[in-house]
């Protein structure tokens, strides 16, 4: 005697709400990046970083907006213990280092 055949289910078969998150929750948070750059010379160090925050900040105590810098560039020269700043290439000044 021949067995009859079952129907397949048409519909498929739910995902539980658990193991959809699980899924979501195995990705891996994306990593902070850390930069830092030193520039060692006559047995003296700097750190870049600290010299962009210096250069900004006299900036800004010169009376103008943080926000407002768009382009910065410096310039050091340990021989003189100076480090030289252009802001958006018009505002120009030197630090000490």
Known sequence: M??????????????PAAAASAKASTKKAPVEKVEEIYLQAGGEEWNISDC?????????????????????VLYIKPEERKMYYVINDKENGSIDL
């Open 52 to 72: 962009r925050e210096r250069a900004a900040a006299a900036y800004t105590a010169a009376g103008h907006r943080a926000s407002s810098i768009k382009k910065l």
């Open 2 to 15: 021949a067995r009859p055949k079952k129907t397949p289910d048409t519909q498929p078969a739910a995902v």
